[in-house]
């Protein structure tokens, strides 16, 4: 069996996960990483995976010559130049099947077609990475409620939720390297999956067409002095300078070209959940029938008393963004499959193998990039925005939230 040997640009979080979600695979062997630290750990935990021989590269341009293919899972400040670097090292004559990038594409417009642009001129396959589309029960409820949607029609709302208590790296929480506060870095998610989740089975990705967006971004919890206090103490960011929103929430209606029936996605994200970690909630409504995903509900739970909290070393093994180490906690046995990371990268290097783009395309990580610009500035102008409209459309091009320019306190205060 032919397998895709990955180089990985970046050795943290994300990687690591990945990592996980590979070894729950046979189609890619990681042989390769270049990344600014973490590099040995990786190597380190791709060989106690057994998932290939790692090797560490001092360069993306050396790395290109060694690898079928490349992901990159680092910073979203970072990511043009490193497909400049990826670019550059294929007109050198690397030879790659193929480009992975895990969300955001972009933290705007200008970045997204700058990236566009760039690929389009070594015309190499790429895969966007949204997990939440590969999740197991997102498939699992669309391949079941089919013959309903075939008898009573399709779905007419979904409500898409990420939530928890705030990223792990400070460059997370500054709104100029990151791109905005939690609606650049989780709304992407719950936009796509509402989108993907509302689209009826069979049809394209982009079947269902935008028409408009509202959308109100709030900082509830991370501007308030104390936690301000907590922010700069522990990551060294100032919110009293370049706040971000941590919490945000919209809707987004869409058309049925066909029907002209119009469905309606509803989106919620928030770096200020109080509850055992990391939740995605999603659900759908269609005539006569519903479905309901919520990541909190494990059939593993554990209770921890306070005589024996001490012990515990590591409250994250059991839930990603863990806030607690005592109680009764729910447990996930394999979040990387849980969250769609395994079918995510079996997809990537079939298409890749095969002379493909992945299921979902860089083009359409530009569409999201385009809804979350317009939720963005749906907040700004305290107004919905036609997204018909060819003047609107055009001036997303260009648009940088405020936030994003490091200004969010004109806004959010
Ligand atoms: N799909 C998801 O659920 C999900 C979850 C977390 C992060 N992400 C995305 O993955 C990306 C990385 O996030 P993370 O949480 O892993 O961040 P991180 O800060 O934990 O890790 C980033 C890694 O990149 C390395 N790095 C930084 N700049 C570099 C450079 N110029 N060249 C090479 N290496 C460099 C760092 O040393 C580190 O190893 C982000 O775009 C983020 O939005 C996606």
């Known amino acids: 069996m032919q397998t895709l040997k990955l180089g990985f640009v970046g050795a943290g979080f994300i990687a690591k996960f990945h990592a996980q979600a590979i070894a729950q695979i046979r189609e890619i062997e990681i042989v390769g990483v270049v990344s600014q630290k973490g590099g040995d750990e990786f190597v380190k935990l791709v060989k106690e995976l057994g998932i290939g021989d790692c090797k560490i590269y001092g360069s993306i341009a050396d790395m290109a010559n060694h690898v079928d293919a490349i992901a990159i899972y680092t910073p979203n400040f970072t990511k043009v130049e490193i497909i400049e670097e990826i670019v550059a090292a294929m007109k050198a004559g690397a030879q790659l099947k193929g480009l992975i990038c895990d969300k955001p594409l972009a933290r705007n417009m200008a970045e997204a077609r700058k990236i566009i642009n760039l690929v389009e001129e070594v015309n190499v396959p790429t895969a966007y990475f949204e997990n939440q589309i590969f999740m197991k029960a997102i498939r699992s409820q669309m391949q079941q409620l089919a013959p309903q949607q075939e008898t009573m029609g399709p779905l007419m709302l979904t409500r898409s939720a990420e939530e928890h208590g705030g990223p792990h790296m400070p460059w997370f929480w500054d709104p100029t390297q990151q791109g905005g506060g939690v609606l650049s870095d989780m709304g992407c998610h719950s936009i796509a999956v509402g989108w993907y989740a509302l689209t009826p089975i069979g049809k394209p990705l982009d079947f269902l067409q ?80 519903a479905f309901e995903v919520n990541t909190l509900s494990s059939s593993l739970q554990v209770f921890i008393g306070d005589a024996a909290a001490e012990a515990v070393a590591d409250a994250e093994t059991a839930l990603e963004k863990a806030t607690a180490s005592r109680g009764l906690l729910a447990v996930q046995p394999n979040e990387a499959d849980l969250y769609g990371y395994t079918d995510e990268n079996k997809d990537a290097a079939q298409n890749f193998l095969a002379g493909r783009d992945g299921f979902l395309s860089w083009q359409y990580g530009l569409e999201i990039t385009k809804l979350v610009m317009a939720a963005y500035m749906a907040d700004e102008k305290g107004k919905t925005i036609d997204l018909t409209d060819p003047a609107t459309l055009q001036e997303l091009e260009t648009y940088i939230p405020l936030i994003q320019q490091g200004r969010g306190g004109e806004i959010l205060y």
């Open 210 to 289: 935008p028409v408009s967006i509202s959308c109100d971004c709030a900082l509830l919890k991370w501007g308030q002095p104390h936690w301000r206090h907590v922010l700069k103490q522990k990551f060294g960011v100032d919110y009293s300078k370049t706040p971000a929103e941590d919490f945000a929430t919209g809707m987004i209606t869409f058309k049925n070209p066909e029907s002209g029936q119009l469905v309606k996605a509803q989106f919620t994200d928030s770096w200020m959940f109080e509850k055992q970690g990391l939740r995605l909630f999603m659900d759908g409504m269609g005539p006569g029938y």
